[in-house]
């Protein structure tokens, strides 16, 4: 009976101080690799498609990602009733089998000519020649349509394009190579047409951008100076109004006044397009179901421990490949003010190991913008800074309107040029799952730190963007 009373005591003891234990100090959490897995997994898969921005596909991706929130204890955030998140876009689509004619010459698109960009509508104006070395000087452009000659050997086409979408015209046809090839592919071997939400502004002056082969080219060659050449292309009807989703969790703090901590990825990609080496699918494991996934297992970790002293918004957004409109969404409605959001960390690309930074480690674009990146290192974090400011990272994802905003807003990647870019083969044999795996497990601590602390991440000195610089 003493023994028995005794185990009694040691258990009502134990029971008594494990949550206080728990409640101080959680005990280390493991990212587990086949958790990491699980996500890619469904994410990357075929069935979704490419997860194709405001497709149903992309509305399943976010259902996903909500049902893993609620599941990982998230609540919904202030002012919403669920975690999905909706917006109706409007998005011209293209049939692909648009006509360029020029006189008696006639051509069709897929056979001697592609449309690499277009603003959805059929386009003509007066022919214009221009040599590639002639492109910064060209004048009288306004509404003609350049057709650039005489690239010199080593110069790509899309080099020019710069300078040729100042020129005002209407629109530019570029001779065929590795280039423009390249670009169609990222495209997804499709038009890039502007999508827009449906209550923004109506894009003006966009220049249609036309590539063609030799073939082409040559027949042109034979169109005089200033006779209309026209681009006749052929919208298909939508018989249902588009949305693109965003999945937004919340977890509230002990201290809601404190600020916000807001973690985010986008969770579309390309969806299906002309077929590279006989796949369609462009899965995008990397971009970004890998940065959904380092979204996701945050929540699933900070979700399982104590109560930390800020708030912890998680958001996936669809449509940043169609020009970053749920991110727009979400900074015109978002569920918190904007001025309460202490820091923002976006997820892009993570899953494979940029060959310019040191084993294991994410780069962080802007990293000497503000002392987030530099304080979270400090704490664990495996990040360092970007090797690639030629390339302008930090301007060019989720995070950099919020950071117009003032907000000390970055984000984490791993390689930032990898070869499988908006390519079919950005699928689940190419992650380095290991790497993706210990880059999140890295982050874990230091954003709880950041999330109960009262250190306030500060733009460095000129550091905070003014515009599109």
């Given amino acids: ?31 587990k690799p086949e958790w990491v897995r699980a996500h890619e997994e469904f994410l990357a898969s075929d069935v979704m498609q490419g997860r194709g921005s405001a497709t149903r596909d992309e509305q399943i991706t976010a259902t996903y990602v909500a049902s893993e929130f609620m599941a990982y204890g998230l609540k919904p955030a202030p002012g919403m009733s669920g975690y999905v998140q909706s917006a109706e876009v409007v998005a011209p689509v293209l049939d692909g089998h648009g006509v360029l004619s020029a006189g008696t010459v006639e051509m069709k698109e897929g056979t001697e000519f592609e449309v690499l960009m ?18 910064k000087k060209a004048s009288g452009a306004k509404g003609a349509v350049i057709v650039v000659t005489d690239i010199p050997a080593g110069t790509s086409a899309m080099s020019l394009m710069r300078e040729l979408r100042r020129s005002g015209a209407a629109m ?23 999508v ?13 951008i036309v590539t063609a082969g030799v073939a082409a080219m040559n027949r042109l060659a034979g169109v005089k100076d200033g006779e209309t050449v026209a681009l006749t292309l052929h919208e298909v009807p939508q018989t249902k109004a588009r949305e693109t989703f965003n999945a937004i969790g919340y977890l509230e703090g002990t201290e809601p006044s404190s600020g916000t901590i807001l973690l985010t990825a986008h969770l579309d990609h390309l ?30 970790a900070l979700g399982a421990g104590p109560r930390l002293k800020r ?95 003032g907000v000390v807003a970055h984000t984490a990647a791993g390689w930032g040029t990898v070869p499988t870019y908006h390519q079919p083969d950005d699928d689940l044999a190419h992650l ?3 790497f993706m795996t210990a880059a999140i497990q890295s982050l874990v601590g230091p954003v709880e730190w950041l999330a109960d602390s009262d250190f306030k991440p500060e733009w460095n000195p000129g550091g905070q963007p003014k515009g599109r610089d």
């Avoid at 003493?2 to 029971?15: F, H, L, N, T």
């Avoid at 918190?336 to 294991?360: H, T």
């Fill in 118 to 135: 277009s603003p959805g509508a059929s386009v003509s104006g007066p022919l214009m020649r221009v040599k590639a070395e002639e492109v």
């Fill in 271 to 300: 969806g299906v397009g002309r077929p590279v080496n006989g796949d369609a699918i462009f899965n995008g494991a990397n971009d970004d179901a890998a940065g959904t996934t380092a979204v996701l297992e945050l929540a699933h």
């Fill in 196 to 208: 827009r939400l449906k209550d923004a502004a109506v894009s003006r002056g966009s220049v249609t």
């Fill in 432 to 434: 380095d799952l290991p």
């Fill in 311 to 405: 708030n912890v918004l998680f958001v996936c957004y669809g449509s940043e490949e169609a020009g970053e409109l749920g991110s727009t969404y979400f900074g015109e409605h978002p569920p918190v003010p904007l001025k309460s959001l202490v820091a923002n960390l976006e997820f892009e690309m993570i899953g494979a190991q940029d060959p310019k930074m040191p084993k294991g480690v994410l780069l962080l674009t802007g990293w000497e913008r503000s002392n987030l990146g530099p304080t979270l290192k400090a704490h664990g974090a495996l990040l360092g800074p970007d090797p690639y400011p030629e390339e302008h990272f930090f301007e060019r994802s989720d995070n950099y309107a919020l950071a117009l905003d």
């Fill in 172 to 194: 530019v046809v570029l001779p065929e190579d590795e280039s423009t090839r390249g670009m169609f592919t990222m495209f997804g071997g499709k038009t890039r047409v502007p």
């Fill in 1 to 31: 009976m003493k023994v028995y009373g005794r185990i009694v005591v040691m258990r009502w003891v134990i029971a008594l101080v494990a949550p206080l234990t728990m409640a101080g100090q959680q005990e280390a959490w493991t990212v």
